[in-house]
Structures are given as structure tokens and as C-alpha cells.
């Protein structure tokens, strides 16, 4: 990776500010990291190198006329296809063009445009977000990089957002979470990854999947990356850098709540302990720990195993649905209203992110074996949706066959400038993925 690219974006940020680097060095150095693969990742359902270019030329010439439009200015960043970016098509993982209405920007897409960010192109997903494997029947699998020898789940449906990262042809990566969709290929991927509190971003300009559960969020290569991104695009921060300033240096005084068995008793090839591990220097490191257990997750995972609330609402025209999806919405609706007196003595419920290592595609030989494997790989996220709670994911290490471990942070819903900011404390104790991980094999040489 060229070293324009292996800063963090906060100190890319100031050098292209201070004209000490160009955006079109920047993106020169994404094209060639990507093109180097020759593809081979499949990040990308639309790769636009051209089209990155003239987001580049544009952010410098602004930057030469004494101009910033906003903190992620000719920051190489890569967009799923379930967002409406102006200039491309939208297909939501589909074989068919979707209307023009999902070729406008929406509001999140809106205010990463006028900040003049680089669109490198749009991203890989499952078809219309629904599953968590990352498989596409009608344009194949992105590639998960930490397995050079066999083809591994990348997560899904944000599919190709963090192999786009892993392969460096973007610093930025959006994807949606309605169950885990961010969370999960962040974690898979070997990077961080952040579900905002529903509602704090809008959906417009969005694919809908469930109105209920649909989430904007962001991927990154660490933490702090998606600390920067956050706060450059969060409506409800003034002032984004007095945050960023805000985030404590350490992690002493934090109570850290860890999750009860239900979040830990099926872990496979180490996962489990690896956590732990990161856990347990967090509380040498000051932090306060406590056992802490969350028992709606349990409701809201019963939901989602008895076919959830996305499939009803994506199929709401069938009349027959209806009474059984209001009963659905109403477990929901108790569980989160107790669920979030959890939080009273803890400012983050600590699990694993993902409970099962990336397994290789095409083993599952039938559709009932395909939906088991979705249900286990989002065991441990879709309570934060389905309980109005927000959560961030960092990578702690590798299991047994080598595949990314996630540590995930859980938040009350609407507490996600602290959750932010314990999340990037938590880093800064642990270290920075890349010292944690390595580079991806199948991204190395």
C-alpha cells in the first residue's frame, strides 16, 4: 500500500489540507492497489476508476483555491450498491436496474458528496440485502482475503465493503446494518465497523429492506478511521472535531459489562478466548468489569429464527402476514423497553462479534443447511437491531485457521458518541488491526 494510503484518514486529512499531499496521489495509489489484484477480490459490482479520478481532481482543485469542504475531502471511499449514488446505476445486488429515483443521492450520500470524498464505485451485496453469507447467485462471492487458498464468506450483505478496504482500494466503505450487514463483513474482513442507533441517519436515498431495522453505517480499516468518518458525517455533532478531541486517551473508569453465556457458549476455533483475552487487558489496562447479562437478546433472536420482521415487511402486501408481523413488532417493542435498563450500571456489554469462523462457500449443499448458516453468523448481532440498541465492532486477533476474531462493543441506543469513543479507547489499549492482524494473505506482496 503507498504510504498516502497506510496513514490514518484524521492525519491523511491534515496532509491534504496542508497541500503536502494530493488527492490525486491518493487515488492513483487505491487504482493501482486494486488493479495490482487485477480484481480478483471481487469487491466491487461497479469499479470506476475514471469517475475517482474526477472526484479527485476535484477535491484538489478546491483544496489549491484555499477551499475545504469538509474533513473526508479526496478520501478514497467505496459506497454499497443498495445506495442511490447520482451518476450510477442501481441494481441492490439484482439482475434488474432499479427506477431512477435510487439514482439520486439520499441525504447520507448527499453529505459525503459535498465534502467531495473520492467515490471509488459501488460495492458487492447480497441480493437486496437479505442474507448474511455474502453470496450473490447472479454475480458471484467477493472474496474473503485472509483465506488465500480456499473461498471464504467476506459477510455479508455489505459484501464487498470490507474487502474493498483489505485490498486498499478505499479508506471508507458504506454499507446498511438491518441485522448485521456492517458488523458482520467488518468483523470477517478484519476490520471495524459501526451500527449507529436507528433513525440517527436517514434512509432516504436508500434500498429498503425493513423499515423497521434499516441502518446506514460505515466501515473502516480501524476504529479510529471510523471515529473520523463518523464525525464528519453525523448530523447531530456541531462541532466534529471537539468530539474527536473528546475521546479519552485511556480506558481507565470505563465499565464494561461482559455478556452472558448466550453470547459465548457456541464459539468455534478459539474465538471465544481470544475475546477474553482482549477483554481481560482491558481491565488490567483500568477499565471496570462486571458480568452483565442481557436476556431480550434471547426474545429478540426467537424473533428473528421464527422468520423476523425484514421478510414480512419486504412481502407486506400479503394481508396474511399482517397479525403475525404486529405480534412480532410488540415482542419487540417489551424486549427493547427492558433491554435498555441494562446499560443503568455499564456503558458497553462486551461479546464476540461473530461466533463462527468465515466458512467456505458452497459448503452448505441445501437451502435448509444455506438459512442455518445465516441464522448462526448473526446470532450475536441481530439483538442490537431488534432491541433499538447501536455497537461497534474492532478485530482482536485470528483463530485457529487463521480468519479475523471480532470484539463487539454494545451500546444503549442513542449513546453512540460514547460508544465511539469507549470503542477507540478500546483500540488504542489493544492496538491498531493492522499490528493486531497483519496483512490479509491473499492482499500480500
Known amino acids: 500500500m503507498a504510504d498516502g494510503l497506510a496513514l490514518p484518514i484524521a492525519e491523511i486529512a491534515v496532509w491534504l489540507g496542508e497541500g503536502k499531499l494530493k488527492a490525486r496521489d491518493l487515488v492513483e495509489a487505491a487504482i493501482a492497489n486494486h488493479e495490482r489484484l487485477g480484481g480478483k477480490l471481487m469487491a466491487y459490482s461497479q469499479w470506476a476508476p475514471?469517475?475517482?479520478?474526477?472526484?479527485?481532481?476535484?477535491?484538489?482543485?478546491?483544496?489549491?483555491?484555499?477551499?475545504?469542504?469538509?474533513?473526508?475531502?479526496?478520501?478514497?471511499?467505496?459506497?454499497?450498491?443498495?445506495?442511490?449514488?447520482?451518476?450510477?446505476?442501481?441494481?441492490?445486488?439484482?439482475?434488474?436496474?432499479?427506477?431512477?429515483?435510487?439514482?439520486?443521492?439520499?441525504?447520507?450520500?448527499?453529505?459525503?458528496?459535498?465534502?467531495?470524498?473520492?467515490?471509488?464505485?459501488?460495492?458487492?451485496?447480497?441480493?437486496?440485502?437479505?442474507?448474511?453469507?455474502?453470496?450473490?447467485?447472479?454475480?458471484?462471492?467477493?472474496?474473503?482475503?485472509?483465506?488465500?487458498?480456499?473461498?471464504?464468506?467476506?459477510?455479508?450483505?455489505?459484501?464487498?465493503a470490507g474487502v474493498s478496504l483489505c485490498e486498499g482500494s478505499a479508506l471508507l466503505a458504506f454499507g446498511s446494518d438491518t441485522a448485521a450487514s456492517v458488523r458482520l463483513p467488518a468483523a470477517m474482513t478484519g476490520n471495524a465497523g459501526l451500527k449507529i442507533t436507528k433513525d440517527r441517519w436517514p434512509t432516504e436515498g436508500i434500498v429498503p429492506l425493513?423499515?423497521?431495522?434499516?441502518?446506514?453505517?460505515?466501515?473502516?480499516?480501524?476504529?479510529?478511521?471510523?471515529?473520523?468518518?463518523?464525525?464528519?458525517?453525523?448530523?447531530?455533532?456541531?462541532?466534529?472535531?471537539?468530539?474527536?478531541?473528546?475521546?479519552?486517551e485511556g480506558i481507565g473508569g470505563i465499565r464494561i459489562g461482559i455478556a452472558d453465556s448466550w453470547f459465548w457458549q457456541d464459539c468455534?476455533?478459539?474465538?471465544?478466548?481470544?475475546?477474553?483475552?482482549?477483554?481481560?487487558?482491558?481491565?488490567?489496562?483500568?477499565?471496570?468489569?462486571?458480568?452483565?447479562?442481557?436476556?431480550?437478546?434471547?426474545?429478540?433472536?426467537?424473533?428473528?429464527?421464527?422468520?423476523?420482521?425484514?421478510a414480512i415487511e419486504l412481502l407486506a402486501f400479503l394481508d396474511r402476514e399482517l397479525r403475525e408481523y404486529l405480534s412480532r413488532r410488540l415482542r419487540l417493542v417489551a424486549a427493547a423497553t427492558t433491554a435498555a435498563a441494562h446499560f443503568d450500571d455499564v456503558d458497553v456489554i462486551a461479546t464476540p462479534t461473530v461466533m463462527v469462523t468465515p466458512h467456505v462457500l458452497g459448503d452448505e449443499t441445501s437451502a435448509e443447511q444455506f438459512w442455518a448458516r445465516n441464522r448462526k453468523i448473526v446470532h450475536n448481532l441481530v439483538p442490537v437491531n431488534y432491541l433499538a440498541l447501536c455497537a461497534a465492532t474492532l478485530p482482536v486477533g485470528l483463530d485457529r485457521l487463521g480468519m479475523p476474531v471480532g470484539l463487539q462493543l454494545i451500546a444503549k441506543g442513542g449513546d453512540d458518541e460514547r460508544l465511539v469513543a469507549i470503542a477507540c479507547a478500546v483500540e488504542r489499549v489493544l492496538g491498531a488491526p493492522r499490528e493486531i492482524l497483519g496483512v490479509p494473505p491473499m492482499c500480500q506482496g
Open 50 to 160: 475514471e469517475h475517482a479520478r474526477q472526484c479527485a481532481a476535484a477535491a484538489d482543485a478546491a483544496f489549491a483555491a484555499g477551499s475545504q469542504a469538509g474533513p473526508l475531502q479526496g478520501i478514497p471511499t467505496s459506497i454499497k450498491d443498495l445506495f442511490a449514488v447520482s451518476g450510477f446505476p442501481t441494481y441492490a445486488g439484482s439482475p434488474k436496474r432499479l427506477p431512477p429515483k435510487f439514482e439520486r443521492d439520499g441525504p447520507v450520500i448527499a453529505t459525503l458528496r459535498r465534502q467531495l470524498a473520492t467515490v471509488m464505485g459501488k460495492t458487492h451485496m447480497v441480493e437486496f440485502a437479505f442474507g448474511g453469507t455474502g453470496h450473490n447467485a447472479h454475480y458471484g462471492t467477493p472474496y474473503n482475503p485472509w483465506d488465500a487458498k480456499s473461498h471464504r464468506s467476506p459477510g455479508g450483505s455489505s459484501s464487498g
Open 210 to 248: 425493513s423499515f423497521s431495522f434499516d441502518t446506514p453505517g460505515i466501515l473502516a480499516r480501524s476504529m479510529a478511521d471510523a471515529a473520523f468518518s463518523f464525525a464528519a458525517l453525523d448530523p447531530f455533532l456541531g462541532d466534529s472535531f471537539a468530539f474527536l478531541r473528546g475521546v479519552p
Open 268 to 310: 468455534e476455533n478459539g474465538i471465544a478466548e481470544i475475546v477474553r483475552a482482549a477483554i481481560e487487558r482491558l481491565g488490567h489496562a483500568g477499565a471496570v468489569m462486571k458480568e452483565k447479562a442481557l436476556p431480550e437478546a434471547r426474545e429478540a433472536y426467537a424473533v428473528f429464527s421464527e422468520g423476523g420482521v425484514s
